[in-house]
Structures are given as C-alpha cells and as structure tokens.
C-alpha cells in the first residue's frame, strides 16, 4: 500500500515525472525498492572522486563556498535518516563531495544544518526509473567584512538545487 500512495504522488507532478533522464545501474548493486527503518544505503564520492560512481538513484553534491568559514560542519537527514554529519572545506570552492542514496521512487525531504545556524530543507520528488540530484552549497559571508550593498546578505545560509542531470562545478 505504501509503496502504490508513493507511485501515486510521484505521477502527480507532471514536471517531476516527464523528465526522461534513464538511471545509470549502480555498479554491482541493485536499487532496493524500499529504504530500511534505521538507516540510509549511502555511497560516498569524497572530492576529486570519480563522478561516473554516481549511479544511485539520488545523489547529494555538498559544496563548501563560504571562504569566510573555511571549515564547516554540515549535518543532513533524508526523511529523518542521517546521511552525513561531517566538516566541508572551502579550500578553492570546488571540493564536492557527493552522497548517493539507494532511495525508493516517490517524495524524500532533505534537512540540512550547519553548526554556524543555517538551515534549509528541500522535498523532491523521485519518479521510478529515473534520477535525481541534490545540490547543497553552505554560504558564509561575514558581516564584519561584508560590504553593503552588495548581493549577499551577511551570515551563513545554505541553498538547494535539484536536477535531473548531472550537475558540475567548473
């Protein structure tokens, strides 16, 4: 039953689920068709990893771009799960790391928390058969040093993108 009430709100979104973007298979493991209680099937890409491992039906790209906080804690949950509580180095704002998740098809809301305050959740919706990614960049700019009038506001923040392809930072 749970399993028909997710096929169901995943048909209901006509932008969600006209996207014919196929999956990539997982290498050497199947996509399950419903997540564990206690814990997420999570594949981990740490920076400067291979991006052709990102096969699992939801991948999580985490960027630090705050050089005003050079080392932040970032933590996250999907659907109440964790999936990472872990530090992300700006280093030269292009160190990705990438979190893919063996989900079940069907709406998955992402939490993330900073350890400097920001915090941001996203709902997606992942249709079956197809693939989804998750761009989260933490954001710092100090108030101290910020200038005013300029576009960003000062303080932590976090943003989320999501994506039927494959999303480079260059």
Request: hydrophobic content about 40%.
């Amino acid at each position: 039953m749970v399993a028909l009430v997710a096929l169901l709100v995943g048909c209901a979104s006509a932008s969600e689920s006209d996207l014919g973007d196929p999956i990539r298979p997982p290498a050497a493991t199947e996509v399950a068709d419903e997540l564990p209680d206690e814990a997420l099937d999570v594949h981990v890409i740490p920076p400067g990893g291979s991006w052709e491992d990102a096969g699992q039906p939801l991948i999580v790209r985490v960027s630090n771009q705050a050089f005003d906080d050079p080392d932040v804690r970032l933590t996250a949950t999907l659907d109440g799960l964790e999936l990472f509580d872990q530090s992300f180095a700006v280093e030269g704002q292009h160190g990705v790391t990438l979190f893919g998740v063996h989900a079940a098809s069907g709406p998955h809301t992402l939490t993330v928390v900073s350890d400097s305050g920001a915090r941001t959740s996203q709902t997606v919706i992942l249709p079956a058969g197809k693939q989804r990614w998750l761009v989260v960049d933490y954001w710092y700019f100090d108030p101290a040093t910020a200038s005013s009038g300029a576009d960003q506001t000062p303080g932590p923040s976090l943003t989320v993108f999501v994506s039927d392809e494959s999303v480079y930072i260059a």
